[in-house]
């Protein structure tokens, strides 16, 4: 079994001190490539300085996420500019809007949402998105752009099945994490996740944060690592009814093509 991480935060200050320990256990475990994701003017760029250390197996997006839109100014958006550029920077991102924890005003986000969907249609790479809570002026903005870029993910998807067909029906694919296996939070996901389709299903850890709740033993510092993609993968293929060969090889094969990897 070969497995793609789209989204593992491993510029995350929790793996510094076993960075090499974690990539060996992904190996292990069946991961073949990560995305990195760059959510921060600095994280991008340490995104891409990991993903140049480890060329082949480390790749990373170049964004940042709403939580930090406060910060972001014209020396950031030329900075991302510049990093969208390098080959090892496969998507514009993580970019978007959360309204469920408004670290930064409505209003900017907003803005900063638009420039750097702007970049992506400069650039001509991918969007890798977030969005939470605020799913009608997120979905309103990126049917301005969807025609502009040659791919989207909204990544760790855990909206209600109406919003998922809205995004299917902008041809964007579709990040499921270890959310799904919260049962606290995560059961609607069990009920709708065979609904996307077998070329725009995606998954990816977010690690450090998420870990499924269905892993056993649970480990005691709590850290999610990627290692534990094959376990949300024999989730999701459980929820989908198919063999986790299929969910693995066909989340795979659309990563590889959405990434250009």
């Known amino acids: 079994m070969q497995l793609i991480d789209i989204g593992a935060n491993l510029t995350h200050e929790s793996f510094r001190h076993d960075f090499d320990a974690v990539l060996d256990r992904a190996r292990t475990h069946g991961i073949t490539r990560m995305i990195v994701t760059g959510a921060s003017h600095a994280g991008s760029e340490h995104a891409l300085d990991l993903a140049r250390a480890h060329p082949g197996f480390l790749y990373a997006t170049a964004g940042v996420h709403?939580?930090?839109?406060?910060?972001?100014?014209?020396?950031?958006?030329t900075l991302l500019r510049t990093l969208a550029h390098a080959p090892e920077v496969r998507a514009v991102g993580e970019t978007g809007l959360d309204y469920n924890r408004n670290y930064s005003p409505r209003d900017v986000q907003l803005q900063v949402f638009e420039r750097q969907l702007q970049i992506a249609v400069d650039v001509g790479k991918p969007l890798f998105l977030h969005q939470r809570d605020a799913h009608h002026d997120f979905v309103a903005l990126l049917k301005k752009y969807r025609d502009k870029?040659?791919?989207?993910?909204?990544?760790?998807?855990?909206?209600?099945?109406?919003?998922?067909?809205?995004?299917?029906?902008?041809?964007?694919?579709?990040?499921?994490?270890?959310?799904?296996?919260?049962?606290?939070?995560?059961?609607?996901?069990?009920?709708?996740?065979?609904?996307?389709?077998?070329?725009?299903?995606?998954?990816?850890?977010?690690?450090?944060?998420?870990?499924?709740r269905t892993v056993r033993p649970q480990p005691s510092h709590r850290r999610n690592e990627p290692m534990f993609l094959k376990h949300i993968c024999e989730e999701i293929a459980r929820d989908r009814g198919e063999a986790v060969d299929v969910t693995a090889a066909n989340s795979t094969a659309a990563a590889t093509t959405f990434f250009s990897l």
């Open 66 to 77: 709403p939580h930090h839109a406060i910060d972001y100014n014209d020396a950031t958006d």
């Open 149 to 212: 870029v040659p791919a989207a993910v909204v990544h760790c998807f855990t909206d209600t099945r109406e919003a998922l067909h809205d995004y299917l029906a902008l041809d964007c694919h579709i990040g499921i994490t270890g959310w799904i296996c919260d049962e606290r939070r995560g059961t609607h996901l069990r009920e709708f996740v065979r609904e996307i389709p077998v070329n725009r299903l995606m998954i990816e850890t977010d690690a450090p944060y998420l870990l499924p």
